[in-house]
């Protein structure tokens, strides 16, 4: 995805400045890297850069960021702050990208189509690696990667290698790493889990049971040849 950001270049840095750009309502930013050595300080409306953050792309949204002295830039969003309590924008880094140049981005897994070992063998559907790092051109980076489920029975599950083919990247994870898999239904294995317990709990209650009967007993008993003597 491909947007387009204005942004005002300011003259001030510091903490001040900053302060002061938030209570106009705009937030600081910093613009870098490519290259050029030089960074440039400017100001950006946190709610038009929230829209690209939040969207499907998020970070990795190619942005097209110009400046009001003419000058433009092809950018990403290399970091940004957060209030913790207000969840705010307080921050943002973008970094300018050669657009002909192959860059390193962490995109997220997506997952399509129902598993056939969820759906009709009651098994458990595993997603265990929600995004995987890749390599390509900046105008190439992918919304999400899609993997599709609709072939998984129990037991099954879907590697990196096996989402790579026929793509204009190249992943950086390892090749056999398990995105997601099925995986048996644990309610068996609780059943049979409970089922044991009980039957150890049982056995513990009749074995006290009948250790209590024999100690009664043998009081009994006790008592009876006390009570028979004769003074």
């Given amino acids: 995805m491909e947007t387009t950001l204005s942004v005002t270049t300011r003259q001030t840095r510091g903490k001040n400045c900053a302060r002061r750009l938030r209570v106009d ?26 829209r690209i953050l939040q969207s499907d792309s998020g ?7 110009q400046l009001d002295n003419g000058d433009a830039s092809q950018v ?8 913790p309590v207000s969840n705010q924008l307080l921050h943002v880094d973008f ?43 900046p105008a190439e980076i992918p919304e999400h990667i ?13 590697r990196v290698r096996e989402v790579v083919k026929g793509v204009t990247w190249t992943p950086i994870s390892d090749l056999e790493m398990l995105l997601v ?23 513990a ?5 009948a250790e209590s009967d024999i100690s009664k007993k043998g009081k009994d008993e006790g008592t009876d040849s006390s009570g028979g003597a004769h003074t």
Avoid at 26 to 47: F, L, M, T
Avoid at 101 to 114: D, F, R, S
């Fill in 181 to 203: 898999h099925v995986t048996p239904p644990k309610v068996e294995e609780e059943e049979t889990a409970d089922e044991e317990a009980a039957v150890e709990g049982l056995a």
């Fill in 59 to 65: 970070v990795n949204t190619l942005i097209d960021l």
């Fill in 25 to 50: 309502g705009q937030v600081p930013a910093v613009v870098y890297g490519g290259e050029s050595k030089d960074s440039i300080a400017v100001s950006v409306d946190p709610k038009s850069l929230l």
């Fill in 95 to 137: 970094y300018r990208l050669a657009m002909d140049k192959i860059i390193a981005v962490t995109v997220p897994v997506t997952l399509i189509g129902e598993a056939p070992g969820v759906k009709q063998q009651g098994g458990l559907l595993d997603f265990i690696t929600r995004e995987i790092q890749i390599e390509c051109l």
């Fill in 146 to 158: 899609e993997v599709n489920v609709s072939e998984l029975e129990i037991g099954d599950g879907v």
């Fill in 205 to 209: 209650t009749e074995g006290e049971s």
């Fill in 76 to 83: 990403l969003v290399k970091d940004f702050q957060l209030d």
